[in-house]
Nanobody, 114 residues
Framework: VQLQASGGGLVQAGGSLRLSCTAS????????MGWYRQAPGKQRELVAN???????NYADSVKGRFTISRDNAKNTVYLQMNSLKPEDTAVYYC?????????WGQGTQVTVSS
């Protein structure tokens, strides 16, 4: 399974960005796709994830500002990020879990200026 993420960039505080991540290869069956982030000097943390049946889970820090969604036909997960804050600055990684294995994308930088 390969994951290709895109959509990061530089934005001012209060702005919005949309991340996309498309899975290819041996993608099938029930799965969870999600976004994690890692800021300099900090551990990687869960931002949000979504099960193939649509169930979602969010970190408290992004609830009400970020929305995760997916298009199963395209094997793609999206993260709409609104009301961005400087503390959202991090490298964002896409992850797919299926059949007991985890697959990671290459990461995309999100920088929020104050």
């Amino acid at each position: 399974v390969q994951l290709q993420a895109s959509g990061g960039g530089l934005v001012q505080a209060g702005g919005s960005l949309r991340l996309s991540c498309t899975a290819s290869g041996s993608v099938f069956g029930a799965n969870v796709m999600g976004w994690y982030r890692q800021a300099p000097g900090k551990q990687r943390e869960l931002v949000a994830n979504i099960v193939s049946n649509g169930y979602t889970n969010y970190a408290d820090s992004v609830k009400g500002r970020f929305t995760i969604s997916r298009d199963n036909a395209k094997n793609t997960v999206y993260l709409q990020m609104n009301s961005l804050k400087p503390e959202d600055t991090a490298v964002y990684y896409c992850k797919r879990s299926q059949l007991g294995r985890d697959y990671w994308g290459q990461g995309t930088q999100v920088t929020v200026s104050s």
